[in-house]
């Protein structure tokens, strides 16, 4: 099976996703949903211990990376909006199995 090839379009969208600034911190979050740390971890693939950092002060603190932010801020837009994205779409979005 040959790979499918990257068109203009699809080009664009890598180049408009790359440069997202799409996300939200583990503080803000945390205020906005009456989640616990450990729910944060699990949303980042993250330890506790690692969470509990993030919120921390002095020298123990630690802080999310890019990819954490953006962990929050999509589960974010899934908790804002998902009644309003088509069960199909959910399907593929939020599916069990993995996808070849």
């Not at 068109?7 to 009456?34: S, V």
């Not at 890019?66 to 899934?78: K, S, V, Y």
Request: hydrophobic share 35%; proline share 4%.
């Amino acid at each position: 099976m040959n790979p499918r090839s990257i068109t203009q379009r699809e080009q664009n969208l890598i180049q408009l996703y790359a440069h997202c600034q799409f996300g939200m911190t583990p503080q803000q979050f945390y205020a906005k949903w009456d989640v616990t740390q450990e729910v944060i971890a699990l949303i980042c693939s993250r330890s506790k211990g690692t969470v509990g950092r993030w919120f921390s002060r002095g020298c123990t603190r630690r802080y999310p990376t890019a990819n954490d932010l953006r962990h929050l801020a999509l589960m974010d837009f899934l908790l804002e909006h998902f009644e309003e994205i088509p069960e199909e779409l959910r399907n593929l979005l939020c599916s069990s199995r993995q996808n070849s």
